[in-house]
């Protein structure tokens, strides 16, 4: 099983000044929602419960002791609230960011205990060095009656995103392969080594996302995952670098892991024909650290509402060119930032409202466009493989600047008009709504369902031939 723990900087930070140190050993527990898919579990704190000094049975400088009562009262309150639970302690000084002997022997006792007690409810622990910058992390496999090792405890803030390696999965650093030689001597190696623990998903394989999935696999990221339903026609030919006619009639999802293969062959790929609608692609999603949207639909929507349900960074792609009168008048595109936590999206923005249609169920869009309310867009609109690198390398490089902070945390859109030679940055007030804002759907994880094109099943109203 692979575990992640995600924080939002705002609740990270409330945990670390309850931990801070004065003398005595602590405990306090995290109510967490969680995600899954397979083997991989997701687990999201929200809220900090801290116990008070009448809920101690000890606590002195090398040891603590929690009252039965307040434990129970903790899982009522995880079972009443559909929440997993997180404890969480400070080691005294010296003693490091690695859970003890006596951790080893009373934790997994509790954890057992609370198994058989309960169902339905994920039970993990953190334990923090002194000054709070080591920890190491387990979780409590029930299938398996057994510990297993968090593999990574990541902090979404608004402008930056922190990562913790536990000290149970910690290896020595390793020599990077020469490859990566130009990007260390560019960005650092600390930095680069950052990126092997990162996994990052596409959506959308085509001149805007393959590049993105080139990129990812020659900067080394953990694992890449790629996501479209489309092939190759001859009209892709003059934008999606690296084919040929021979490749017309191949997925593009075939495609894109072929070429993130042959650039790395360490590089972990999955790639999927599938459409973002399909369930087994939206879980598959919930489990990466960054998303890239790169497509030309509502589609943008759907993953707008799973980033920040799963508190997952998403940098929203677009390109595009408009002639009037024979002229090219706009030639360029845009790099949106939507970053949980920050209660600003792509839905409260007001962007790309025309595309909420797409959602419509087929009766309604019908009977819409025959009253002429809905006028679809045209298929064909110009695209050039120069202006697509160019919003793919502004969307990476965007990219990067938020996992190492470099960038801005007001910085929503980056707006490209290369026919105007026009770079700008743009911000976008927070005024939040039910998809990221901390009393809505952010940070739920599976308990918010998909957001997928509606039907006509369940509707009394037929469908307009």
């Not at 559909?82 to 010296?94: E, K, L, N, T």
């Not at 999802?253 to 993130?260: L, M, S, T, W």
């Not at 309310?373 to 990476?396: F, K």
């Not at 945390?409 to 901390?438: H, P, T, V």
Request: glycine share 10%.
């Amino acid at each position: 099983m692979k575990v992640k723990i995600v924080f939002l900087y705002e609740i990270f930070r409330q945990m670390m000044k309850a931990l801070k140190w004065d003398g005595k050993e602590k405990l306090l527990f995290l109510l967490s929602h969680s995600s899954r898919h397979r083997d991989q579990v997701k687990l999201m704190p929200y809220s900090l419960m801290m116990p008070g000094e009448e809920d101690y049975v000890k606590r002195s400088s090398g040891y603590v002791e929690v009252k039965k009562e307040y434990i129970s009262e903790v899982f009522n309150t995880a079972v009443e609230l559909q929440s997993d639970v997180i404890q969480v302690h400070p080691h005294p000084p010296g003693a490091g960011g690695r859970f003890s002997p006596v951790d080893r022997h009373h934790e997994p006792e509790l954890m057992r205990h609370v198994a058989e007690h309960i169902n339905g409810i994920y039970h993990a622990s953190i334990v923090f060095s002194n000054d709070l910058r080591e920890l190491d992390s387990w979780f409590y496999d029930r299938r398996k009656d057994d510990l297993v090792a968090v593999k990574k405890v990541l902090v979404v803030g608004k402008d930056r995103l922190n990562l913790f390696i536990p000290s149970g999965v910690r290896e020595g650093k390793k020599k990077l392969p020469p490859r990566m030689d130009r990007t260390v001597k560019a960005f650092g190696e600390d930095a680069v080594r950052m990126l092997g623990y990162l996994d990052v998903g596409v959506v959308g394989l085509s001149a805007l996302g393959l590049p993105i999935f080139e990129m990812l696999a020659r900067d080394g990221f953990g694992s890449i995952m790629g996501s479209d339903p489309d092939v190759i026609d001859e009209t892709n030919l003059n934008r999606l670098v690296g084919t040929t006619p021979q490749n017309i009639g191949g997925f593009k999802a075939d495609f894109a892991a072929n070429i993130a293969r042959k650039i790395n062959p360490d590089v972990r790929v999955t790639a999927s024909r599938k459409s973002l609608y399909e369930e087994d692609v939206q879980r598959a999603l919930t489990q990466r650290d960054i998303i890239f949207g790169c497509v030309d639909s509502g589609t943008r929507f759907s993953i707008d509402r799973l980033a920040n349900a799963n508190l997952i960074p998403y940098f929203d792609l677009g390109a595009g060119i408009l002639r009037e009168n024979g002229k090219v008048k706009f030639k360029g595109g845009q790099v949106i930032s939507i970053i949980p936590g920050r209660e600003v999206c792509l839905d409260c923005s007001g962007m790309f409202e025309n595309l909420k249609t797409e959602f419509w169920s087929p009766g309604k869009r019908a009977r819409e466009r025959k009253a002429g309310y809905l006028i679809d867009g045209d298929e064909g609109q110009p695209l050039v493989a120069h202006l697509d690198s160019v919003i793919a390398g502004l969307g990476y490089h965007t990219m990067l600047n938020y996992i190492w902070g470099q960038g801005s945390d007001n910085n929503f859109k980056l707006y490209c008009d290369m026919a105007n030679n026009i770079l700008m940055e743009a911000a976008s007030s927070s005024d939040g709504c039910m998809y990221c804002r901390k009393d809505g759907l952010l940070g739920m994880g599976d308990k918010v369902s998909p957001l997928v094109p509606m039907d006509d099943r369940d509707l009394d109203i037929p469908a307009v031939a």
